[in-house]
């Protein structure tokens, strides 16, 4: 139980909202709390060092989200949160171009999430994994258990994009524009259009 529900709300509002400096302002306010009444309990101590990762992550500042991912894991009292600590490691390494290591993870929780039936965690992990591989027949799979299970359009889109820019690299244009179509996001769809112009005039 958390000594600090409503302050774990706000977090995860103030994140959702994309107001990640409010978000880290909670975060360190109830940390700094924590500290100076010696109050022991780990499942919010790994709580608010996991999203002050999670924030610094968002804001690009992955070194720094690092220390914190770390921070989270000595705290981690479940299985569920020790992977989902994991998993913040292998996106920060991923963004850092530590495609090995990030791997490492990403299998990591793989596994987790295949013995223990998680199938949308699976899923993405699966996604992540593709991508790093550059592996278009995991991509289209991830695609179609996003459909089949109506994930938000904004992971769907983000698997699109990812295989258009495959198809892209391989100069297949013709895949290309049949992924265009299926964007829902109108903006992405305006990009991708003339990306594939540009590809054509190189």
Same mark, same amino acid.
């Given at each position: 139980?958390?000594?600090?529900?409503?302050?774990?709300?706000?977090?995860?509002?103030?994140?959702?909202?994309?107001?990640?400096?409010?978000?880290?302002? +909670?975060?360190?306010?109830? $940390?700094? +709390?924590?500290?100076?009444?010696?109050?022991?309990?780990?499942?919010?101590?790994?709580?608010?060092?996991?999203?002050?990762?999670?924030?610094? @992550?968002?804001?690009?500042?992955? @070194?720094?989200?690092?220390?914190?991912?770390?921070?989270?894991?000595?705290?981690?009292?479940?299985?569920?949160?020790?992977?989902?600590?994991?998993?913040?490691?292998?996106?920060?390494?991923?963004?850092?171009?530590?495609?090995?290591?990030?791997?490492?993870?990403?299998?990591?929780?793989?596994?987790?999430?295949?013995?223990?039936?998680?199938?949308?965690?699976?899923?993405?992990?699966?996604?992540?994994?593709?991508?790093?591989?550059?592996?278009?027949?995991?991509?289209?799979?991830?695609?179609?258990?996003?459909?089949?299970?109506?994930?938000?359009?904004?992971?769907?889109?983000?698997?699109?994009?990812? $295989?258009?820019? $495959?198809?892209?690299?391989?100069?297949?244009?013709?895949?290309?524009?049949?992924?265009?179509?299926?964007?829902?996001? $109108?903006?992405?769809?305006?990009?991708?259009?003339?990306?594939?112009?540009?590809?054509?005039?190189?």
């Amino acid at each position: 139980m958390s000594n600090f529900e409503k302050k774990r709300e706000d977090v995860l509002y103030f994140k959702k909202i994309k107001q990640f400096k409010n978000s880290i302002d +909670i975060c360190q306010t109830v $940390l700094d +709390i924590i500290e100076k009444n010696n109050i022991d309990n780990n499942s919010d101590k790994w709580f608010f060092n996991l999203q002050l990762g999670i924030n610094y @992550k968002r804001l690009k500042q992955c @070194k720094k989200a690092l220390t914190y991912i770390e921070k989270s894991i000595q705290y981690c009292y479940t299985q569920d949160e020790y992977m989902e600590s994991i998993w913040m490691f292998g996106c920060c390494n991923d963004m850092l171009g530590n495609k090995k290591r990030a791997l490492k993870f990403y299998n990591k929780c793989l596994n987790y999430y295949k013995r223990n039936k998680m199938f949308m965690e699976e899923t993405y992990m699966l996604f992540n994994i593709g991508r790093l591989y550059k592996d278009i027949d995991t991509i289209n799979k991830v695609i179609n258990m996003y459909k089949l299970n109506n994930v938000d359009s904004f992971r769907l889109d983000n698997a699109y994009e990812t $295989l258009f820019e $495959l198809y892209i690299e391989k100069n297949d244009l013709k895949n290309a524009k049949v992924i265009v179509d299926n964007i829902i996001n $109108l903006d992405t769809r305006k990009n991708l259009i003339v990306k594939i112009s540009n590809t054509k005039n190189i």
